[in-house]
C-alpha cells in the first residue's frame, strides 16, 4: 500500500487519483471497516467515498489522519482533504489542509494553492431551488450579477467561467490570481477569479466562482458568453435532459468522481471502461489503447476536430466511426465516434470522453447530483 503510495505521488503529485482507480469496483460499504482505521486503511476508505460524491465524509474521515507519522501517507491525505474540503467550498480549510507542504509546494500544488489563498474568505456555495431544472439542449440562460447571458452546461469544466468583459459588465469584482489553465488546443493561459450569484433555471446559488478569462477566450461568435462548470452544476441538484420518451424502464448507474472530473462506466463491445462525462465536447472520443484489445478499434490517422467549451477547435489523428455502447443495460448508438491515437495524450488524459452526443443518444436522462447517479429514462 505504502509504495503504491509513493509511486502515485511521484507521478502525479497525488494519490488519490492512482487509488480511486485501483479501487474503482469498491463502494464506500465494501471499503468501510468497523473499529479505527490505519492511517492507510483510512486513506483508501476516504478514497472510495469521495469517487462517490461523499466527500463531507471523506474530509470527516481524513482531518484525524493528517498528522500520522508516515511522511508519503500524510502527503497524500493532505492532498485529498485539500480537494474534499475544496469541493465542500471551503476555501480556508483546503488551504489549512495542505499544511507543512505550503513550506516548498511543488508547481501543480503552488497553482492551486494561490487560487486558494485568493478564495480564502469567500463562503460556501448555497442553493435556492424552487422548481426542478430541465433542459432541451446543453444551453442555459442565466443572469449574473447585473448581467444576463446563455451559459453553457459543462459537466466536463472543474469550474465556470466569465471572460473578463462579461464579469465587467456584470459588476463584478476580479480578484487577481494568475491561476494557469490548460486550454483544449493545449495551451496554457493565465487566469483571475471571481464570485457572484448566479440565478438559473428558477435557482439562485450564492457564492459562486468563476474563472475570468482573457478576453477571445470564448470566442464572441458561440451562442453562450459563459461556462456552468461541474462544482455549480453539483449545487443545483438532479438535471433532466429531455428526448424522445423511450416507455421503457428506468436504467441507472453511478456517477463517480475522479481528480474532480465526472466519470462513468460503459460496456463497449464487451469490455468495461470508465469514461468522462464532458458535455462541453460535441463529440465522443475513445484512446486507442482503451480499444487496443477491442475488434475493430484501430489507431487514427485522419484529422478531425473536436470543440471545446472554450469554442476552441481542437485538431486530432483519429478514424471516424459508428460505436454502440451500453450503460447499465441501455444502448446508444454513436454515429461519429472518434478513435484517437494514443501520442496525443497525456498521463492525465482519460481514455474515453462521452460528449454532448453521447448524451444526446442517451436522452432522456437525467444526471442526478443529489444521488450520485444517471438515470436513463
Known sequence: MRLLMRRAASRNGTAALLLA???Y?????????AGSPSAGTGYVQAVALARHGREAESAALLRPLVSTN????????RLLLMQDERAL??????LSALGPLLADPEPQLANRVRLL???ADVPSEMVRRHTPIYLSSPLIAGTIGARQIRFLVDTGASFSVLSRSTAKEAGLHVRPVQYEIKTALGQRIAADVTTGDLAVAGAIIRNVVFLILPDGAIPPGLPYSGVIGLPALRVLGPFNISGLASGRKQNRAPLILVDGSLGLEINLR?????CALDTGSNRSWFASPAGANIPGLSNGREVRTIESAAGSDRKIRARETSLEFSIAGRHALLHRALIMAPPQLDGSSPVCVLGADAVAALAPLTLDFDRMQIVLR
Not at 89 to 94: C, M, N, S, V
Request: hydrophobic share 40%; net charge positive.
Open 21 to 23: 482507480l485501483l479501487l
Open 25 to 33: 469496483s469498491l463502494s464506500p460499504a465494501e471499503t468501510g471497516r
Open 70 to 77: 508516515d511522511p508519503v501517507i500524510s502527503k497524500s491525505v
Open 89 to 94: 467550498f471551503h476555501y480556508q480549510a483546503a
Open 117 to 119: 489563498r485568493a478564495l
Open 270 to 274: 464487451d469490455t468495461r471502461m470508465q
